[in-house]
């Protein structure tokens, strides 16, 4: 972190797939002919299937017919490939030869398929001890060499097609073992199947019910992708001489056949070579695009690091962007005027920031507090420039520590910026990288942005844990991330940040993973270096209570939208929108009233591809009017630091005879 | 009602004492409010209780006899943190309830027990045949309450159900965990970091830190007269609690 440009990778536009992580499994398996690649692939699959129904059906005799006269021949009209030392056609034997090839791979793939699901889920079934020999027995089986292992079962088995079928199926058990393993593994840490345990589910059914439905979709892939391989090891060991015996003929057969003629005639190595080439390809481009299409990561696809984005300047709307007050003061570190953020989806453009402004001054605390899915992040994301290709962001104006990101922007402003813009994220776990040490990333910072050599980065790193509070951090700096504990981790991150020396530090939910004593150690600390520095804080979170504890200011953000722009004391006594009324009731304290229901807000949040007309809280309103359903409110100030979108501001909420305020049960 | 004993626990991984020696009784029809931090092994006792921990000593009692930690008949349920992650992404949310349902209900039992539950929940018992994705984690949670609730446990165990929430949605969790244990007179074991929400649910607490129980007794009488530090300094540490201390 620290530089902004430092972090790749990070998963930037988290708050939209918070809202709905819907997998639309039916469209996605679909997604695979979309792709021209992908329909090429299911085109030319379906293509061999046919063919391997109906060749042998029409030219089964003809493909045998022995014809003396013609043996050895080239090319011709009559014979395409030539014929072969008995004079049979080369093309008609490749055709027919088609059904015994995908019919041998396709066992065998069967083969591997079972043996490795039975393997590969024994230990979830078996129970931790024999589990693990099982495990180990996968292990030292992948460490040979497939063909290495078809050629020693071939030899087992004795010479033949069975012999094949079973050598190629063996060899490819152990490597599907273990991807079923491991894909067994991550379904079984989730809590549903935990869940089933405590219901008294048994091994075998959780593995039915739960754990194979959740693992089939990368295993299809994967098996789609072993057929294409073994259709290539059965050419290998049919050429060999171990696999399909005359007068059976499969394409490796054909080949080794049509190589003993290599210079009388070609294309009768070419027919059944080219036969296996474009079989193979089939088979392995269908597994890639269904692999591409539902998400299933295949070794060696580059994924694509978001690039950073300018801001595009936005044509300034007629209505409500009316100023942060604040925006004349001199000491700005971020002025943003009516700034939305995009993204593309299925029908047009979502956009799950529509229209904020607000300005922060020089060592000021801000807080922007919101529901999941408010746009609170992708708002701090768009200040910081961390949001991805996708995203389209638009702003009337976005000034950040005097650089203005709606113009060009060069190598000076990323230096400017990443060693003056900070952010903190949730989880200090993923910001970090696990394989290096904590010192030498937080060195790196200094050396990048600060030109400092080896050994002053590194005392800077020193000094930084110190300052942020981090016993012995002598030791510690040499420590990797997965040694300190989780409040630990999170001030590291705050030490990143502070390597250069920042004027405004971003946090986005930086305590939401953390109990709620490391809360508050971490809360005090970013509240101690804004104070020492008069550094500005940008403080994001969930919970209204932990804002408070910390801002001079908050925004409450509702659908995209700043709704409601207060001084953090007067969250308890003077909010006037009644979201904020409600979000500031919705917390149990130590005061809370025992004998009554908690304050909760009837309905859901507003998904943001289907905004309603008018004030978007409406529908959950307790105050709500027909105006309201018809006219957005503006963002108004009342001559104060006070400012608030609602057209019933402050008006008191009717408490119902069963003594709950604003609202009861959640409607479903 | 039930009441749910723990006898000198310990829970061992590897080498670590996750759990060393607690004794805590939950009583019928009260909800004891189980706190620490991350690492207290409060999560660990939670999971000992319904068997995802193994025993390394001491003995958990239902009404006296041992909880049965195998085989079809479960007493104690466990409601889970993560409500995007404890119910089955493929199954309807109708079928996860009917799971945990006794074996000898017939289908058309089933199904009028998964409206009841839902029904109970505050949830439309139409949405039977929804899927997990097509619910807010407020409503998954309640889903995930539900599915205890069909085993017909004695004692419920819930393993910070809200913490995983936003803090709008907690209110309605919080709400009816309060109304189903009153209604139904269930004893529950409840475990969370938060002080605040302890308070809200429960009328007994105990404090655990380093795998022992530091503090225990009637919820008024530990949160307004805590007797150890370390539960202080989880009181001092509830969100708002500084409302007054810190503005400049």
């Given amino acids: 972190m620290a530089g902004v440009d430092g972090i790749a990778g990070v998963d930037a536009v988290s708050d939209p797939s918070r809202a709905g992580r819907d997998p639309r499994r039916a469209s996605r398996w679909a997604g695979v002919v979309r792709t021209p690649l992908g329909l090429a692939a299911v085109v030319l699959t379906l293509a061999l299937l046919v063919l391997a129904v109906v060749a042998p059906m029409l030219w089964s005799a003809d493909a045998s017919a022995v014809d003396t006269d013609d043996i050895l021949a080239g090319p011709s009209a009559e014979h395409w490939a030539g014929t072969d030392n008995l004079g049979r056609d080369i093309v008609l034997r490749t055709l027919v030869a088609t059904r015994l090839s995908i019919g041998l791979a396709l066992g065998a793939t069967a083969i591997a398929v079972v043996v490795g699901l039975v393997l590969g889920t024994a230990p979830l ?45 063996f060899a490819g058990a152990p490597s599907f073992a273990r991807l079923v393993q491991t894909l067994v593994a991550g379904v079984a840490a989730h809590d549903y199947v935990s869940a089933a345990r405590v219901a008294g589910v048994g091994e075998l059914r959780i593995l039915v019910r739960h754990v194979l439905p959740n693992i089939a979709e990368p295993l299809i892939v994967n098996a789609t992708i072993g057929a294409g391989s073994a259709l290539l090891s059965f050419a290998g060991l049919s050429f060999l001489g171990l696999g399909v015996q005359a007068p059976a003929y499969d394409w490796g057969r054909l080949l080794f056949e049509g190589v003993g003629s290599l210079y009388v005639n070609p294309a009768a190595a070419f027919a059944p070579g080219a036969a296996v080439l474009l079989a193979g390809l089939a088979l392995n481009l269908l597994g890639e695009s269904a692999a591409k299409a539902v998400g299933v990561a295949s070794p060696g696809e580059l994924s694509v690091a978001p690039r950073r984005r300018r801001a595009a300047r936005a044509t300034p709307l007629p209505g409500p962007a009316e100023p942060d007050p604040q925006a004349d003061a001199p000491d700005l570190v971020l002025d943003v005027r009516d700034l939305h953020v995009g993204f593309p989806a ?83 776990m993923s910001s970090f990288n696990p394989t290096t040490r904590v010192g030498a990333q937080l060195a790196e910072v200094a050396r990048h942005h600060q030109g400092m050599g080896r050994r002053e980065a590194m005392d800077r790193a020193v000094d930084r844990l110190a300052a942020v509070r981090i016993d012995d951090a002598e030791r510690r700096v040499r420590q990797y991330p997965h040694e300190f504990s989780g409040g630990m981790r999170q001030r590291a991150m705050i030490g990143m940040g502070l390597m250069g020396s920042p004027e405004l530090v971003i ?14 150690q971490v809360l005090d600390l970013l509240q101690a270096i804004r104070r020492a520095d008069d550094v500005a804080l940008v403080l994001i979170s ?12 908050v925004l409450v953000m509702y659908a995209g939208r700043v709704v409601e722009d207060l001084p953090a004391t007067g969250l308890t006594t003077s909010a006037r929108h009644p979201y904020t009324r409600a979000l500031v009731a919705a917390v149990p304290t130590m005061d809370t009233d025992l004998d009554r229901p908690l304050t909760v807000i009837p309905g859901r949040p507003v998904d943001p591809a289907d905004v309603p007309v008018g004030c978007a809280y409406a529908a959950r309103c307790p105050l709500a009017s027909d105006r309201c359903r018809a006219e957005d409110p503006p963002l108004a100030g009342d001559g104060t630091a006070h400012r608030v979108a609602c057209w019933h501001a402050g008006d008191p909420i009717d408490v119902d005879p069963g003594g709950r305020p604003l609202a009861q049960v959640e409607a479903t | 009602m039930s009441e749910l004993r723990f006898e000198q626990v310990s829970v061992r991984y590897g080498r670590s004492t996750v759990v060393d020696g607690v004794s805590l009784v939950v009583p019928p029809g009260e909800v004891v409010g189980l706190v620490g931090e991350s690492g207290s092994g409060k999560s660990t006792l939670a999971r000992a209780a319904v068997g995802l921990a193994p025993l390394h000593g001491g003995s958990i009692l239902l009404d006296g006899e041992p909880v049965p930690l195998r085989g079809r008949r479960r007493p104690v349920q466990m409601v889970f943190q993560d409500p995007f992650s404890s119910l089955d992404p493929r199954m309807t949310i109708g079928a996860s309830i009917a799971e945990a349902m006794p074996r000898d209900l017939d289908r058309s039992a089933r199904r009028v027990e998964v409206a009841r539950l839902l029904e109970l929940v505050h949830l439309d018992a139409a949405r039977a045949d929804a899927r997990p994705a097509e619910l807010s984690g407020g409503q998954r949670q309640r889903v995930a309450l539900a599915r205890a609730l069909a085993a017909r446990p004695a004692v419920v165990v819930a393993d910070e159900i809200t913490s995983a929430l936003d803090v709008s949605v907690q209110g309605t969790v919080l709400n009816l965990v309060r109304e189903l244990q009153r209604e139904l ?64």
């Fill in chain 1, 125 to 169: 079934l078996l129970g931790r001890r024999a589990g693990r020999a099982v495990v180990a027995g996968v292990n030292v089986a992948v460490a040979f060499p497939g063909l290495l292992l078809a050629l020693f079962f071939a030899v087992v088995f004795g010479v033949g097609a069975t012999g094949a079928v079973l050598a190629v199926g």
């Fill in chain 1, 346 to 428: 299925r029908d047009g453009r979502v956009e799950p920031v529509r229209g904020v402004t607000f300005a922060v001054r020089r060592g000021e605390a801000v807080g922007i507090v919101g529901e999941s899915g408010s746009g609170k992040s992708l708002t701090a994301l768009a200040v910081a420039q961390l949001l991805d290709d996708l995203a389209d962001v638009r702003a009337e104006r976005l000034d950040v520590l005097g650089e203005d990101l709606t113009a060009p922007g060069g190598e000076s402003r990323r230096h400017h910026l990443g060693t003056s813009l900070a952010m903190v994220f949730q989880d200090p």
């Fill in chain 1, 507 to 520: 946090a986005d939910e930086p305590t939401t993973a953390l109990d709620v004593t490391v809360q508050q």
């Fill in chain 1, 542 to 553: 969930h919970d209204v209570t932990v804002v408070g504890d910390v801002c001079d200011r």
């Fill in chain 2, 185 to 248: 007179g269930l004893s529950m074991l409840f475990i969370s970091h938060n002080l605040a929400v302890v308070r809200y649910v429960a009328s007994y607490v105990a404090v655990m830190h380093r795998g022992v129980v530091v503090e225990q007794g009637p919820a008024a009488q530990v949160l307004a007269e805590p007797a150890e530090p370390y539960t202080r300094d989880l009181l001092a540490a509830v969100p708002g609690s500084t409302l007054r201390r810190s503005h400049p």
